[in-house]
T-cell receptor, first 113, second 109 residues
Framework: NAGVTQTPKFQVLKTGQSMTLQCAQD?????MYWYRQDPGMGLRLIYY???????DKGEVPNGYNVSRLNKREFSLRLESAAPSQTSVYFC????????????FGQGTRLTVV | GEDVEQSLFLSVREGDSSVINCTYTDSSSTYLYWYKQEPGAGLQLLTY?????DMKQDQRLTVLLNKKDKHLSLRIADTQTGDSAIYFCAETPGTALIFGKGTTLSVSS
């Protein structure tokens, strides 16, 4: 029962480096989401994909790009990492919001130095 | 824009009831959710309420919804140390969940 799988779990980047956070779900869900969690800020939506082939900006999209590679996979790319992007990143999926529960991955803890 | 407000901290003794409050802004949200996050883990759905309901009870959990005031509360009866976690209220104005900042519940024995 994998659910939502995120890789890597931890990552340290230097300012200006790029990287891609991977997310895959095995529940045949239509919608996928990327959030970031910062102390005292709760979870903020970066991007989401309501269905395969579509992506939309959330509250804090600047500095990020996403790709909905297929129905299972939704990746988040940092082209030029900045210290302000130090955060814990969560991927989530849902059959369809608002009527269905969203399932979350375990998170990726990213530090940009 | 959407904004979900919660108090940041709540401290209770084991066996007491805990009440976590939330205010939301989007009256079009058809479902309102409570998620729980334990240390080092992702979020898990705790319970939810449909917008045409006033109350929902699920074992030790009671959710109250006041649509007029856009106020949502989560009551945990007989709070246990295992209930220590961060609790997030979330609204669904469209096809994404919008979360509050989370309430850290600390339960002392």
């Amino acid at each position: 029962n994998a659910g939502v799988t995120q890789t890597p779990k931890f990552q340290v980047l230097k300012t200006g480096q790029s990287m891609t956070l991977q997310c895959a779900q095995d529940m045949n869900h239509n919608s996928m989401y990327w959030y970031r969690q910062d102390p005292g800020m709760g979870l903020r939506l970066i991007y989401y994909s309501a269905s395969e082939g579509t992506t939309d900006k959330g509250e804090v999209p600047n500095g990020y790009n996403v790709s909905r590679l297929n129905k299972r996979e939704f990746s988040l790319r940092l082209e030029s990492a900045a210290p302000s992007q130090t955060s814990v990143y969560f991927c989530a999926s849902s059959l369809r919001l608002p009527t269905n529960e969203a399932f979350f991955g375990q998170g990726t803890r990213l530090t940009v130095v | 824009g959407e904004d979900v407000e919660q108090s940041l901290f709540l401290s209770v003794r084991e066996g007491d009831s805990s009440v976590i409050n939330c205010t939301y802004t989007d009256s079009s949200s058809t479902y309102l959710y409570w998620y729980k996050q334990e240390p080092g883990a992702g979020l898990q759905l705790l319970t939810y309420i449909f917008s045409n309901m006033d109350m929902k009870q699920d074992q030790r959990l009671t959710v109250l919804l006041n649509k007029k005031d856009k106020h949502l509360s989560l009551r945990i009866a007989d709070t246990q140390t295992g209930d220590s976690a961060i609790y997030f209220c979330a609204e669904t104005p469209g096809t994404a969940l919008i979360f509050g900042k989370g309430t850290t519940l600390s339960v002392s024995s």
